[in-house]
């Protein structure tokens, strides 16, 4: 059954330094995002996007995050200067259509910044 | 602030009775509602969906969706201890710049003793 692949698993950083986290979403799905969750809390919408821009994103999502579709396959993350409160497991998810689609999640990549 | 509201438990149950897990949403035009289920420190992974008002069933798990109410929830017949997870529910928003957005409540605990 297909399903979207993220990379890397875990990611510890310093303070500061830049990450990108990588998520192949399933093979004919047009829609993308990026949650986050802080352990102990909950889910959190980061950024939707279609058609090679973004769709909608919260305010969580300022300008030291990035998104980028570099290929047909892979859907990137980028976090330009860490912080300590951008700990946190990072999901990508995508849908096949934007509306009431379901979207599908990878496992995650865990974002430690000391 | 659209809000998604769950009781965050635990809720424990007998292994073999029913499960019945809560969910209130703010928003009115609110139009698809998801159940997830997570295990720890893994990623979201979908049970059901739900747009119309009624029941809706799928195996063990039956959704039941009230948009007067601003109501979602969701039963579990037979539990088993594999259930024993955390439960979230989504809803996807109504509105134009909601591009499939999920809001999710903080989850309820579910634990299924032998």
């Known amino acids: 059954e297909p399903e979207v692949t993220q990379t890397p698993s875990h990611q510890v950083t310093q303070m500061g330094q830049e990450v990108i986290l990588r998520c192949v979403p399933i093979s004919n799905h047009l829609y993308f995002y990026w949650y986050r969750q802080i352990l102990g809390q909950k889910v959190e919408f980061l950024v939707s996007?279609?058609?090679?821009?973004?769709?909608?994103k919260s305010e969580i999502f300022d300008d030291q995050f990035s998104v980028e579709r570099p290929d047909g396959s892979n859907f990137t993350l980028k976090i330009r200067s860490t912080k300590l409160e951008d700990s946190a497991m990072y999901f990508c998810a995508s849908s096949a259509v934007g509306g009431g689609e379901t979207q599908y999640f990878g496992p995650g990549t865990r974002l430690l910044v000391l | 602030q659209k809000e998604v509201e769950q009781n965050s438990g635990p809720l424990s149950v007998p292994e073999g009775a029913i499960a019945s897990l809560n969910c209130t949403y703010s928003?009115?035009?609110?139009?698809?509602f998801f159940w997830y289920r997570q295990y720890s420190g893994k990623s979201p992974e979908l049970i059901m969906f739900i747009y119309s008002n009624g029941d809706k069933e799928d195996g063990r798990f039956t959704a039941q969706l009230n948009k007067a109410s601003q109501y979602v929830s969701l039963l579990i017949r037979d539990s088993q201890p594999s259930d024993s997870a955390t439960y979230l529910c989504a809803v996807r928003n109504a509105g134009g710049t909601s591009y499939g957005k999920l809001t999710f409540g903080q989850g309820t605990i579910l634990t299924v003793h032998p």
């Open positions: 996007f279609y058609n090679n821009e973004i769709s909608e």
């Open positions: 928003d009115r035009g609110s139009q698809s």
